[in-house]
């Protein structure tokens, strides 16, 4: 590649994350990186776009050095308006993160960080959420960035095969821990849900939504456990949610009554 | 089926919306219904759910009759609530809409009515999502309501295979002008944006998000061939997003660099 790539780095945990600077940090080796990146945190905000309210899109400096855009909308939002209103093109790469805390499985459904990269897949740009199984705000990223250099080597290197993204986790261990990249599925899991029910200063109740997960799949072909067995997973993901194999039995049904 | 079944109806245009009313008017003519959808409208939300805020449940009435629960959050949260804190149970069959406005095609994704669908799928709940081409608020949806009636029938009796619900999505025709119930795949399509570029009253700049919907699928097997000739589409949907096409093409790179 002669010139120079255009990268374009979003998130869902907000443009201040430590999360975000380590994914700028290794996309900066290979590119020109555009920072867009929502404004406060918007984890779990699926695939959400704001169409009630206007959206704000603000230039950040961090001790007099501009740093990127923030942007009052979700992860999505950040997409759509740097594509259009700051980079006036399609960057040559998306890449989406590193989160704090997993998206492996069905967590990949309400995960801000891989729906902005969905969201690039849609415009057709090669795309990649990665995230690290830590919620902690100071966790550690030195491994990550040693396994998103090699990712994002290989997307610009070998491109994507159109209508695909990658979803990426990363376990929480260090770099010698970590046995390297397996390409997976998505398990079969879910969140057990346990509202936390309360009462307000007025009397009135109020729910925090809470969970366990639940995995309901043994495969070793799985995401779930590639990181339980301290591997990267990689995850090739779609955005044509048709359930193909079951169109032959909504076909044989009687649709006539 | 001796007991009446149970029958969750949500929305993402608000409880208080037409199209809620004419989809709970049909599932009361087969089961027990409950109503748990947004306090107020919820387009575009996708997949979000709360978990910044803490999330209200209210009973609300009209005329003096209970008609349901209002949610602060998001269609997925009031599915999430509707099991948990409502119902105490699964329901028989989960419904949401009738949206006033199509998801069709790509829209399956940012749409907060299938995305409550897909967490009663989550939750092995038999779900379809229904929306009419019709944005008005005032819309018809007595084509609508004749053809949610023949799809419920059919899945009470039929059953939902697993890991599956529906994308029902209806033409803005008289039940005369529409030729039939069409088994579909999602088109191939996306939004191209266009920000409406504003000036606030502080001179700051803010933008309102709107496009234009672009088709590039010929294919008479999708939703938008369906609706573009009269036929109301259903398309099996799944959240298994793993693109397992992609596969091999991942497996044969080379990972360890």
Known sequence: MSKKPVILVTNDDGIT??????????????????????????????????????LRLDKVEFHGEFIGWQCSGTPVDCVKLAVNKV????????????????N??????????????????????PSVGFSLNNY???????ASKHFARIIIKNILENGMPEKTLL?????????????GIKICRQAIAKWEEEFDER????NRKYYWLTGK??????????????????????????????????????????WNA
Request: with cysteine.
């Open 199 to 202: 009462t307000d200063p007025r």
């Open 136 to 142: 902690d705000l100071n966790a550690d990223f030195t």
């Open 213 to 254: 997960f639940q995995l309901y799949d043994e495969g070793a072909d799985t995401d779930e456990w590639a990181l339980a067995n301290d591997y990267v997973s990689v995850v090739p993901v779609q955005f044509d949610l048709t359930a193909h194999h079951a169109l032959p039995h909504f076909n044989n049904m009687n």
């Open 17 to 54: 994350s430590k999360g975000i600077s380590a994914l700028v940090e290794v996309a900066q080796e290979f590119g020109d990186v555009v920072v867009v990146a929502p404004d406060s945190p918007q984890s779990g905000m699926g695939h959400a776009i704001t169409i009630e309210q206007p």
């Open 104 to 125: 492996s499985s069905i967590n990949v459904i309400y995960s801000g960080t891989m729906s902005a990269a969905m969201e690039g897949a849609i415009e057709n740009i």
């Open 167 to 179: 979803n990426v986790n990363i376990p929480n261990k260090s770099k010698k821990d970590i046995n």
């Open 87 to 102: 980079l006036h093109r399609k960057p040559d790469l998306c890449v989406s993160g590193i989160n704090h805390g997993s």
